[in-house]
């Protein structure tokens, strides 16, 4: 009896022909960035809402007095580092011909979009090289899969060709982690330092970054002997043991990093450098487009200082650094380093008393490495579909009040904006405690 011929292979599937190969990928992500730009060139000549963030105009402003010899801080409301201007030099620059101008102006949406697509690319390389936060690799195309949160992500690419400079930053960071578990501890201590000039906000990942970099972790490096210290060792030997000659690298190469970019900015623009940059951020008070809790009060503060006893915006700060740098990195840095910089950054945003949609991608960047193990992704209807839907419903909920009061006029603050504020801090407090829960249980 003759045997059956064996069915013919099954076809892949279009989504994992679409990620089998990086080209159609990256190409998607372009276009649909080239898309926005264009769509926004549109919209911010046709239309009174503008579709340009108006931070680009206070980039490209500060960029403009660059370029004549003057300073940034010359702008009134810059508040970002010198480096920031110059990269947007190019947007200052003018010819006879309209379009050619609208193209320059535009040249700095199109460098944040590059860096979205950049740190895509990165978000690749790490899930390939470490499964992120799963601790095993991935094949190249489950990879792309999971990088397409960031690289097709609408939210992300709307905010980058409105001009917001978030995407820099999510190739620092995802630089910066691949930096630190690739044990290239230099580049990581160069990255860590330039991040912390260049946003202040990554600061918050030097001590993850630190305790992660025990001596039996790093023992894994070429020529390494692994260093034990008993159960009975002194105070005195365990504080030795804890300064190992990679944290002490990272620490100083970091550190050097920072005070050298500051020191050269100081030398050239001086007192202004520091207010502006740093000084600002400990008693800043914005109270538009905020999701914070702190929104309200924020206000009465900036209309009515003189009624105002306790001056929450710098006091703010104190259990978001107590969460993000101190109780977070203890007990989840060692288990698992990607989700615990999520779980930091998460809180970090969560608890800052300015919370704009811009800072959703400071965490947002970290998803494609935390997911693919996650409780969220494990457990999609009855845990990862309702976060999901109540994190976007409770945004959704405050952007209706938002709108009222910015568009509309009407005074929304009490009860409305403020119930608003307290249930988007609720729902990611909870999507938070998820995070570090899965970080504890590895």
Same mark, same amino acid.
């Given at each position: 009896m003759a045997k059956p011929p064996n069915p013919p292979p099954s076809s892949p599937s279009l989504i994992t022909s679409f990620f089998s190969k990086p080209l159609p990928v990256y190409l998607s992500a372009a276009i649909l960035r080239i898309v926005l730009l264009v769509y926004g060139l549109w /919209? &911010?000549?046709?239309?009174?809402?503008?579709?340009?963030?108006?931070?680009?105009?206070?980039?490209?402003?500060?960029?403009?007095? =660059?370029?004549? #010899? /003057?300073? %940034?801080?010359?702008?009134?409301t810059y508040r970002y580092t010198p480096v920031l201007a110059w990269l947007l030099?190019?947007?200052?620059?003018?010819?006879?011909? %309209?379009?050619? &101008?609208?193209?320059?102006?535009?040249?700095?949406? =199109?460098?944040?979009?590059?860096? &979205?697509?950049?740190? #895509?690319?990165?978000?690749?390389?790490?899930?390939?090289?470490? #499964?992120?936060?799963?601790?095993?690799? $991935? &094949?190249?195309?489950?990879?792309?899969?999971?990088?397409? +949160?960031? !690289?097709?992500? %609408?939210? *992300?690419?709307?905010i980058s060709t409105r001009g917001s400079s978030e995407g820099l930053l999510?190739?620092?960071?995802?630089?910066?982690?691949?930096? *630190?578990?690739?044990?290239?501890?230099? @580049?990581?201590?160069? @990255?860590?330092?330039f991040g912390v000039h260049f946003k202040i906000y990554p600061f918050i990942y030097a001590p993850a970054i630190?305790?992660? $970099?025990?001596?039996?972790? $790093?023992?894994?490096?070429?020529?390494?002997?692994?260093?034990?210290?008993?159960?009975?060792?002194? %105070? !005195?030997?365990?504080?030795?043991?804890?300064?190992?000659?990679?944290? @002490?690298?990272?620490? !100083?190469?970091?550190?050097?990093?920072?005070? #050298?970019l500051n020191a050269v900015m100081y030398s050239i623009y001086g007192k202004p450098f520091l207010q502006h940059t740093f000084l600002h951020h400990v008693t800043r008070i914005d109270h538009r487009h905020n999701f914070s809790p702190y929104n309200t009060q924020l206000y009465l503060t900036s209309a009515f200082p003189e009624l105002s006893t306790l001056? +929450?915006?710098? =006091?703010?700060?104190l259990p978001q650094l107590l969460l993000s740098c101190v109780l977070i990195p203890l007990v989840t840095a060692k288990k698992d380093l990607p989700t615990a910089m999520l779980a930091q950054t998460f809180a970090?945003?969560?608890?800052?008393?300015?919370?704009?949609? /811009?800072?959703?991608?400071?965490? $947002?960047?970290?998803?494609?490495?935390y997911l693919p193990t996650s409780s969220f992704l494990r457990h999609k209807a009855t845990l990862g579909i309702p976060a999901l839907a109540l994190w976007v419903l409770s945004q959704g909920a405050w952007l209706q009040q938002g709108y009222g009061l910015e568009f509309l006029g009407q005074s929304t603050f009490l009860p409305g904006l403020w119930l608003a504020s307290l249930g988007f801090f609720l729902v990611n407090c909870w999507i938070l405690g998820v995070i570090v829960g899965d970080a504890r249980g590895k």
């Amino acid at each position: 009896m003759a045997k059956p011929p064996n069915p013919p292979p099954s076809s892949p599937s279009l989504i994992t022909s679409f990620f089998s190969k990086p080209l159609p990928v990256y190409l998607s992500a372009a276009i649909l960035r080239i898309v926005l730009l264009v769509y926004g060139l549109w /919209q &911010d000549a046709n239309s009174p809402l503008k579709y340009t963030d108006i931070d680009y105009l206070v980039f490209t402003d500060a960029a403009r007095f =660059v370029s004549r #010899g /003057q300073s %940034p801080y010359d702008r009134e409301t810059y508040r970002y580092t010198p480096v920031l201007a110059w990269l947007l030099l190019p947007t200052a620059h003018t010819t006879d011909n %309209p379009i050619w &101008d609208a193209v320059w102006f535009s040249s700095g949406k =199109v460098l944040f979009a590059v860096a &979205d697509l950049v740190a #895509g690319w990165l978000l690749v390389r790490l899930l390939t090289a470490t #499964g992120g936060a799963g601790n095993q690799a $991935m &094949d190249a195309t489950t990879a792309r899969k999971f990088a397409a +949160i960031w !690289l097709l992500n %609408p939210m *992300v690419a709307t905010i980058s060709t409105r001009g917001s400079s978030e995407g820099l930053l999510g190739v620092l960071v995802t630089a910066l982690l691949w930096a *630190v578990l690739a044990r290239r501890v230099a @580049l990581a201590g160069i @990255l860590l330092g330039f991040g912390v000039h260049f946003k202040i906000y990554p600061f918050i990942y030097a001590p993850a970054i630190v305790w992660w $970099m025990d001596a039996e972790r $790093m023992a894994t490096m070429p020529g390494k002997k692994r260093q034990q210290t008993g159960q009975h060792a002194s %105070p !005195l030997d365990r504080l030795l043991s804890f300064v190992t000659p990679e944290r @002490l690298q990272v620490t !100083l190469v970091s550190l050097a990093t920072f005070l #050298g970019l500051n020191a050269v900015m100081y030398s050239i623009y001086g007192k202004p450098f520091l207010q502006h940059t740093f000084l600002h951020h400990v008693t800043r008070i914005d109270h538009r487009h905020n999701f914070s809790p702190y929104n309200t009060q924020l206000y009465l503060t900036s209309a009515f200082p003189e009624l105002s006893t306790l001056r +929450i915006e710098s =006091v703010a700060f104190l259990p978001q650094l107590l969460l993000s740098c101190v109780l977070i990195p203890l007990v989840t840095a060692k288990k698992d380093l990607p989700t615990a910089m999520l779980a930091q950054t998460f809180a970090f945003v969560t608890f800052n008393k300015v919370c704009t949609s /811009q800072y959703f991608l400071w965490y $947002m960047i970290f998803l494609p490495l935390y997911l693919p193990t996650s409780s969220f992704l494990r457990h999609k209807a009855t845990l990862g579909i309702p976060a999901l839907a109540l994190w976007v419903l409770s945004q959704g909920a405050w952007l209706q009040q938002g709108y009222g009061l910015e568009f509309l006029g009407q005074s929304t603050f009490l009860p409305g904006l403020w119930l608003a504020s307290l249930g988007f801090f609720l729902v990611n407090c909870w999507i938070l405690g998820v995070i570090v829960g899965d970080a504890r249980g590895k």
